[in-house]
């Protein structure tokens, strides 16, 4: 297909970033598993909520034991150790339904969502639920995949308007929206497909005006105009600061007085529905979900000292610099699985090309710098947000912030370093590179989620199992190897050749002497591999790794990792780490007491990993 021009529509921006958003979405809407993208538990419950006719978040829900538990059941976010999914689990998944009809009162449990945003962002999603819930009695996992599709659906028609309409910088707000992060939240349950959507339409609409402001603004345009500036006020509320963007549209030949007045009185509007639902929503989320006990005195600090808010700034940029650029560019889930390393190579490089692709540029110095300004506004806003509102009196780095929060603002700090000339053979390059990226994120997310080991070989990294979702040192308890104690810990092999297993010793204070000896047992007791190892000078709260013997031929067949002092030897000073609550979902631990010979079982588990030769 070719425009009068003679291009490609295919190689038109306008065309080509939706086309991999709609491929791409597609492919993840069915990949990635149910309840594995952020937030998506309380995503759902807020729609299911909204489905049954309740618009105020928890007015419904935190009346009691409301919430069917078949829509976490097989939630990704339930499993602590995140196997994989394969196609008998699947199958297994797609058999769960809610009995709409005849509620058991079992099969229903007390859930409170924190999705407490505003209900446009859901109110397309509810009756989705209504109709394939309580009408069609549709299994949870094709609800899932309808309300996933119709947030990507959304996102796609939000991107192609802004691309259609931005004058200038199509190519680069194009590839911002097909970040391998963007097309993991276009094809999730979450309000920010719709967020980010509408922060690249309003930013698009607002350099449409300002190209177009030769002549007075059309009656149409200012009706636009005002719709959006409405619409940034139902989003979170920090984005409420994309307003700023309006002192670039001039006055004097463009707007007359009572178009000016609209526009203030349309801010204010959407400024007090952004303030009027933050102070409902902060209601449910104080009094009912209890959290956040340290924001008023937060607040004060950064009132009365906010030193303290910006050297706690600099701390957390100087952390946690690097991985926010990887979960900007993109992470699986909640940053259980990362990327190949070419992936966050090559999307900087295809932000650079994009800069050669672009034939025209922003003309004054004001819109440049209050693009600038904006987006360090609204940059710095998140950072004050959490500040105040997720972390604690006293925390040296402000909590809770992840990468993909500024995604919707990079076009704000790229259009106005739009100086270059375009290099047309450029362009072909982009084309590949952008289609590398997003077919080797797909892959990617593909292995990380229904291949056993598979997010380790894409990162190039040992197998080692499990992988423990929950991951909390604070909380471990001590089990000491005195003279005669045993753990024993079954699993599951999951692997053909087992080489290696990893603990957690927390407490090590001997001195000289003493062996503990590892054993690998068949669920018959057959000795299948042995090592022997000193524990002098073994750092703590930290993996050990110990070399074993190779097991093989032994997966999906039941093993114990026996672990005790040698014969005649008291290992009292030494103690291994030990989960306080069941966090392996395949086997359970038995401690042996020396002195009185018997074994018991908790519900806890060994702080464990095997390493994997042959999955």
Partial sequence: MKSDKGKFYLFQPEIFFPLIILIAGLFLILVIPTGANNDEETYMARIFEMSLGHIMPNSFLGEGRNYPVA????????????????????????????????????????????????????????????????????????????????????YLVLVYAALRIIPFGKWLLGVVAVAPTCLITAASISPDPIIFGVCF???????????????????????ITCILILAMGTLKPNYIFLLFLLFTLPFKGFLKKKEIIAIILTSIISIGISLGWSYLASQVVFNQLDLATDTMPQFLTLIQNPVIFFKALALTLSVNITTYLQQFIGVAGYSYWRFPLIVYILYPFAILLAFFLEEKNIQTTKVRVVLILTGIINVLVIFVLFFVANTPLNSPT??????????????????????????????????????????????????????MCGGFWIAGKPCR??????????????????KGNALNQNIIADCKTISQVDIWPMTNDLPEGGNVILNLRSGSGELLSSSTFSPVGIPVNKWYSIDIPDVV???????????????GTDLSQFALGVFPTNEYT?????????????SSTNDNDLIFKYQCEKP
């Fill in 465 to 482: 199992l499990p992988y423990y979702k929950n991951w909390g040192p604070e909380t471990f308890v001590a089990e000491n190897l005195a």
């Fill in 553 to 567: 031929g032994m997966k999906g067949a039941a093993i114990t990792i026996e672990i005790l002092p040698a014969e």
């Fill in 71 to 154: 829509l976490i059941t097989d939630s990704y976010r339930q499993d602590v150790n995140l196997w994989p999914i394969d196609v008998p689990t699947w199958l297994e998944q797609a058999k769960v339904k809610i009995n709409w009809q005849n509620r058991d009162f079992d099969s229903l449990i007390n859930y409170r969502t924190r999705a407490v945003y505003f209900p446009t962002l859901f109110i397309l999603q509810a009756p989705i639920m209504r109709f394939m819930g309580p009408r069609l009695d549709i299994p949870v996992v094709y609800i899932y995949y309808m309300i996933r599709f119709s947030y990507l659906l959304l």
């Fill in 201 to 223: 339409l309003f930013i698009a609409w607002i350099l449409f005006l300002i190209k177009n402001s030769e002549t007075f603004i059309t009656p149409k345009r200012l009706i």
């Fill in 586 to 598: 395949k086997g359970e631990l038995f401690i042996k007491d020396g002195t009185t010979g018997k």
């Fill in 398 to 451: 402000i909590i809770g912030i992840t990468g993909r929060y500024f995604n919707p603002f990079l076009p704000l700090f790229l259009l106005p370093m739009v100086f270059v000339k375009p290099i047309k053979v450029m362009r072909h390059f982009f084309i590949v590179i952008i289609a590398l990226i997003s077919l080797m994120s797909m892959i990617t997310l593909f292995f990380d989620y229904h291949v």
